[in-house]
């Protein structure tokens, strides 16, 4: 069994900073991509940014150039560092992972959210 853990939400003042990380644990031969989602109330979820194993890195026009999304594979875990926080930032961030487990097809896993709050 697999399973994601997000670490670093809280309540910050706009123009802070955040540091996000989530660790997958458990029956993982090899995780391929990783990344961040979020979900603000009343909206439906949103990519964030991910990164390929070979860490190629892609981000979302509304966080380009604020947000940095870095992992290590040795610790399975991946990480997203918040800058510049806007109030419109706030959401539940989500850490996804595409792996493969026990099995030879890789499957999609998800974190269960950590709540970012920018307050203005």
């Known amino acids: 069994q697999v399973q994601l853990v997000e670490f670093g939400g809280g309540l910050v003042q706009a123009g802070g900073s955040l540091r996000l990380s989530c660790a997958a644990s458990g029956n993982i031969f090899i995780i391929s991509t990783m990344g961040w989602y979020r979900q603000a109330p009343g909206k439906q979820r949103e990519w964030v940014a991910t990164?390929?194993?070979?860490?190629?890195?892609n981000y979302a026009d509304s966080v380009k150039g604020r947000f940095t999304i870095a992992r290590d594979n040795a610790k399975n875990t991946v990480y997203l560092q918040m800058d510049s926080l806007k109030p419109e930032d706030t959401a539940v961030y989500y850490c996804?992972?595409?792996?493969?487990?026990?099995?030879?097809?890789?499957?999609?896993?998800w974190g269960q959210g950590t709540q970012v709050t920018v307050s203005s």
């Open positions: 990164i390929t194993r070979d860490v190629d890195t």
């Open positions: 996804n992972a595409v792996l493969r487990g026990s099995g030879r097809m890789y499957d999609n896993y």
